[in-house]
């Protein structure tokens, strides 16, 4: 097993906030949603004494939909996870550990928040569910760290979020 195991681990994570606000009695698949995120890295300085490397990274989800026919009712969903993780320092070098943490923590957490928001959506109403695509976060954290601001100790803050709008759960398949 320690063969295939990726240096890389995902160790735990939380929700910090979730918060829905309903008006629909179902989900029509011609619903547009709209899609928010956010994530701000909380990246490793050194290895604990254990030789491994931590880092957090919280992800901000927010989506919502508005009744095609129905003006005013709508659906919006708000979720924060936050996920530890780590590698040891024999593993990999601290730069790929936390570039690692941006693009594969951001994937794990983005996969758990979806699973999530499926779920809710699916129990807050009587028929549908709000899915959100898979995105490609290699790309997202690329568009991130081009807008990402250098700090005056020359480190880059990632957090920027991106948007994505205007896309109806049909076209998702």
Known sequence: MDEIKAGFQFTDHRINKLTVNNSLVGISEEMALQLS??????????????????????????????????????????????????????????????????????ATLYSIARSIIISISAQCCTS??????????????????EKAQVDSAGEHEQGESQSLSGFTNDQLG
Request: charge should be negative.
């Open 128 to 145: 549908g569910q709000m899915r959100i695509p898979m995105l490609d976060m290699v790309e997202v954290y690329k568009a991130s760290t």
């Open 37 to 106: 995120l956010a994530f701000k890295p909380c990246p490793a300085k050194k290895a604990n004494k254990d030789g491994l490397y931590l880092g957090r990274l919280k992800l901000l989800v927010e989506t919502s939909g508005q009744d095609p026919v129905r003006e005013g009712k709508g659906i919006s969903i708000e979720l924060e996870v936050e996920g530890l993780f780590c590698a040891s320092e024999d593993a990999m070098d601290i730069s790929v550990f936390n570039k690692m943490l941006a693009i594969n923590g951001l």
